[in-house]
């Protein structure tokens, strides 16, 4: 083995300029792909730490939808509500592994105030006891007051504040009065006033997330059309009742035909509701009960696993409880959605990058380690005619490729942790919101990460055997009689 | 029994469309501890009959026989192994590896087989080569910062260093000089005679074929001669060309 390597490093010594351009490369190439690495590393187990810390949490558990669906809310298609919840939560608090829940309700809703448009919103309808447990210190209150449970009102985001004030002249105080319009596919377009209660942000928050505001969860399933109706309608669909039957032929019930044929029975019951005329407008308990807000309407509900337990261990205790069982459990990278998969698709791209890369480095190491082995026919012929076995010339030309790209490639570990150290200390800023999104705020501090030195190692190790096959094949086809032949 | 010996052997080379025999049919054996000259113009099949007996090429036909086995019915690692263990060899261009320094050099032949000596023992017994060649004050020198003559003795050291039974040597003298020539064959007919290793050596030079005690004369691929020099003048066999 000693032989093996002398023979290596000094034929690399030897050969200093082709040491040092195959070197070169492989150092560059690795130096890069630390840094590449390091960097989405730091971008992602960033993004993971702070959608978990500050919106997601460990798990959300969710009813399947035919439609994509945001986490964030927005103007798109909502979430549909778990069924349910009471017997849900009843359910979650019996699985090992579950810290606390609580359960979250999201829309958008444009702002406005004395008949001016000013704004639009993302807003959270939450539980504020149980989310501010779990998420504490993850917003920050810059005016007024958090929200309270039972009491109506809303936390606006802090830029939104801001942005009115810039592009309005509006300075939004807590206390001040505003308007929402939502719109939904229930009821149509809603419009509630709320109180403004306070005014705050995420730490790092940017683009969309700048816009998420608290509300109060009735506000919010006022806007959202969740009316104790709705969960009924939603029930019988679910059981694939005709809906044309259902309202005896056709409109819907909040529109004007509510007032027309319809006929709704004092036990109006999943499967067959009608409407009587009469009774509506006679008594309008019913109606009420059915406009009445649904207090048990969520969409997802998060959960914090304990320190310690296994998320796949509690998605697989969910997967066999009755109830959630039927809903989805995601994580943190479903909840990001685009942002995620923008870190991911350039982590792959990258990587792509870096195979091209590698490709390269294999063929041009390759094909000088081809000339490297002509010069040395009579080296090898004879090393064969003294006595070498194949297995030596295989384990000599091994050595000296292993042994530069192992070099080299340590070498560029080092450079790229030293540019990744660098980077660190100087803070890589953000200059665009595609950045900014991307780095989860304006300066991405890249540490140097286990997963990037690994990748880079293996890529090494893997690019030095792949180049050695071709010209090993070529030294073992060198014949001892050439050794002879050769003057 | 004879240590190297070759039963019309016979051997064909193509080139293009049409075929050049080197060897026709040639035949002769050689004893244990001989200093064999394989003489013969350019061309008349010395450096085929060495790669044959040095089990780097194979024979078209016919049989070579090495301490009694064929060659031809051994696989090339067993080849291998039997050129590390019984075969020595000496090429005309020295062939050192240019990137170890003389002990090295004289060592690698030791390294690449599966028997270690004792540390010290193989130290002490590279130095004795070393010093037998005497380059004694060069251990430490590369290839290149020595001299051709110096080069070949350090070839003729490691191809001793095994300890093998036979040292082949293809025109061991034809890149020196007429002294240095001289030397480098007083040298090896020294080791043959200290170490009792059966030389075998090309040449197209009269002077040194007469140094060799066992001459054996090629013409287009065929022996013309066979004899050794203790033989009286009127006793060397002159052999029948016989076309092949």
């Known amino acids: 083995m000693m032989i093996l390597l002398k023979i290596a490093f000094r034929n690399l010594r030897e050969h200093k300029i082709k040491t040092l351009i195959i070197g070169s490369l492989i150092a560059v190439g690795i130096a890069f792909l630390v840094i590449g690495n390091s960097v989405m590393d730091t971008i992602t187990s960033g993004m993971q730490a702070s959608f978990r810390r500050n919106f997601t949490s460990d798990l959300i558990l969710r009813s399947p939808s035919e439609e994509d669906v945001s986490f964030f809310g927005g103007f798109g298609a909502a979430s549909p509500i778990l069924k349910d919840y009471p017997q849900l939560v009843e359910e979650i608090k019996a699985i090992p592994g579950i810290e606390s829940y609580t359960p979250m309700l999201n829309g958008a809703a444009s702002i406005s105030q004395n008949d001016e448009s000013l704004s639009f919103a993302l807003l959270w309808g939450i539980e504020p006891e149980s989310y501010r447990e779990m998420f504490a210190g993850s917003f920050t209150l810059a005016e007024g007051e958090d929200l309270q449970s039972g009491q109506e009102g809303i936390v606006l985001s802090q830029s939104i504040v801001d942005e009115i004030e810039e592009d309005k002249g509006i300075r939004l105080e807590p206390g001040d009065k505003i308007l929402l319009s939502g719109q939904n596919n229930n009821t149509g377009t809603k419009i509630r006033e709320v109180t403004l209660r306070g005014i705050g942000y995420f730490e790092n928050s940017v683009g969309l997330l700048e816009r998420i505001s608290f509300i109060d969860v009735n506000t919010l399933r006022a806007l959202n059309g969740l009316t104790s109706f709705q969960a009924v309608k939603d029930e019988a669909s679910l059981e694939t009742v005709d809906e044309t039957n259902l309202f005896g032929g056709e409109g819907n019930l909040f529109e004007d035909d509510l007032f027309g044929e319809a006929v709704v029975s004092d036990d109006a019951s999943v499967g067959e509701p009608t409407l009587d005329f009469d009774n509506i407008l006679g008594d309008t308990s019913v109606r009420e009960q059915y406009l009445s807000l649904d207090n048990n309407a969520w969409q997802f509900l998060l959960l914090k696993l304990a320190p310690g337990a296994s998320e796949t261990q509690v998605k697989a205790a969910l997967a066999k409880a009755p109830l959630s069982s039927q809903l989805l459990s995601e994580n943190w990278r479903w909840a990001a959605g685009f942002i995620a998969g923008l870190a991911y698709g350039i982590r792959g791209i990258l990587n792509v990058v870096i195979f091209a890369v590698a490709i390269v480095a294999i063929i041009i190491i390759m094909n000088t380690l081809v000339i490297s082995i002509t010069e040395r026919f009579a080296e090898i012929g004879t090393i064969r005619a003294i006595g070498g076995q194949r297995q030596f010339i295989r384990s000599m030309i091994t050595t000296e490729v292993l042994m530069t790209t192992i070099v080299f490639g340590l070498l560029g570990m080092l450079i790229g942790a030293a540019i990744v150290g660098l980077f660190y200390v100087i803070g890589v800023e953000a200059n665009n919101i595609f950045f900014q999104i991307l780095f989860g705020g304006q300066v991405l501090k890249p540490v140097l990460s286990p997963g990037s030195l690994i990748i880079s190692f293996v890529t090494v190790a893997v690019i030095g055997v792949i180049s050695s096959l071709y010209p090993t094949s070529v030294a073992l086809g060198i014949s001892p009689v050439q050794a002879m032949q050769r003057r | ?244």
């Open chain 2, 1 to 244: 029994m004879s240590i190297v010996k070759l039963l019309e052997v016979k051997k064909v080379y193509p080139l293009g469309k049409t075929e050049v025999q080197a060897l026709r049919g040639v035949s002769f054996e050689i004893e244990k501890g001989d200093f064999v000259s394989i003489a013969g113009p350019s061309g008349s099949g010395k450096s085929t009959i060495l790669n044959m007996i040095g089990c780097i090429d194979t024979a078209t036909s016919g049989q070579v026989l090495i301490n009694g086995v064929d060659t031809a019915t051994l696989s090339d690692k067993k080849l291998t192994q039997l050129r590390h263990e019984v075969l020595g060899f000496i090429f005309q261009s020295f062939n050192l590896i240019p990137v170890l320094n003389v002990y090295e050099n004289v060592e690698f032949p030791l390294l690449l087989g599966k028997r270690q000596q004792a540390k010290k023992e193989q130290s002490d017994w590279i130095n004795y080569l070393i010093d037998a060649v005497g380059l004694g004050q060069w251990r430490h020198h590369k290839p290149n910062e020595l001299s051709g003559g110096q080069r070949q003795r350090v070839a003729i050291a490691r191809a001793l260093a095994t300890k093998p039974s036979i040292v082949m040597a293809d025109e061991p003298t034809a890149n020196l000089d007429s002294t240095t020539s001289q030397a480098i064959i007083d040298l090896m007919k020294q080791m043959n005679r200290e170490l009792e290793t059966t030389f075998i050596f090309s040449t197209h030079d009269s002077d040194i074929v007469n140094i060799a005690d066992h001459v054996i004369r090629l013409q287009d691929g065929q022996v013309i001669k066979d004899y050794k020099t203790d033989q009286v003048e009127s006793e060397k066999p002159d052999r029948e060309l016989v076309s092949a």
